[in-house]
């Protein structure tokens, strides 16, 4: 059965950085788009960011936008979050999610705010951000 793994969680001080990565489980993901999405404690899973799968489209929440970096590399069959200047806020866990659009879209993703829109799911990593 087709999912995926995010691994790079831990504790990391306020201010910090920490890289996530997503892996494919049993499929490549060459014609995915990728999604980053968080859940905190108490509150509803949130879009985080999301890249095209010919990795030339991205898109962040406002909140992280200039902090985190969205990236791939095809050839390694893998995807990263790059999360810097951390804040107390962003303490979640953090699930990466991927969905394959069609032919033509290679360019396209899809909203953040719809999580049912992305097919296949990891277990998700839990990032804390505390001194």
């Known amino acids: 059965q087709y999912h995926l793994v995010e691994s790079g969680g831990g504790l990391v001080q306020p201010g910090g950085s920490l890289r996530l990565a997503c892996a494919p489980s049993?499929?490549?993901?060459?014609?995915?788009?990728i999604g980053w999405f968080r859940q905190a404690p108490g509150k509803e899973r949130e879009g985080v960011s999301g890249?095209?799968?010919?990795?030339?489209?991205?898109q962040y929440t406002e909140s992280v936008k200039g902090r985190f970096t969205i990236s791939r590399d095809n050839a390694k069959n893998t995807e990263w979050l790059e999360m810097d200047s951390r804040e107390p806020d962003d303490t979640a866990v953090y699930f990466c999610?991927?969905?394959?659009?069609?032919?033509?879209?290679?360019?396209?993703?899809?909203?953040?705010?719809?999580?049912?829109?992305?097919?296949?799911w990891g277990r998700g990593t839990l990032v804390i951000v505390s001194s």
């Open positions: 999610a991927a969905v394959v659009l069609g032919p033509g879209a290679g360019s396209r993703l899809p909203p953040l705010d719809l999580p049912g829109a992305f097919d296949y």
């Open positions: 049993g499929f490549n993901l060459d014609y995915y788009a």
């Open positions: 890249i095209s799968s010919y990795g030339d489209t991205t």
